[in-house]
């Protein structure tokens, strides 16, 4: 529920020597669907994309992608 230690958490997903690259989807999309840091990790996802699908095996991008569910406001869900 800290969402200091969220954010430090998704920037280790960029980090293969921290978070293996077939693990740090999933742990994205778990800091998505926390209700604290959901739009944070909306936001890393908008801004990151493009090192994730270089860094992200195929598998692991739908599986992130699907944790937008967890973005449950009108605006959040219109930028979706």
């Given at each position: 529920r800290n969402l200091d230690l969220l954010k430090r958490t998704l920037s280790f997903c960029l980090d293969p020597k921290?978070?293996?690259?077939q693990?740090?989807?999933f742990v994205i999309a778990s800091v998505m669907r926390n209700e604290v840091s959901s739009e944070h990790a909306w936001r890393f996802l908008q801004e990151r994309?493009?090192?994730?699908?270089?860094?992200?095996p195929p598998s692991g991008l739908v599986r992130l992608c699907g944790a937008v569910t967890?973005?449950?406001?009108?605006?959040?869900?219109?930028?979706v």
């Open positions: 921290a978070i293996r690259t693990d740090a989807p994309w493009e090192e994730m699908v270089k860094l992200f967890a973005l449950n406001t009108p605006a959040l869900q219109s930028q």
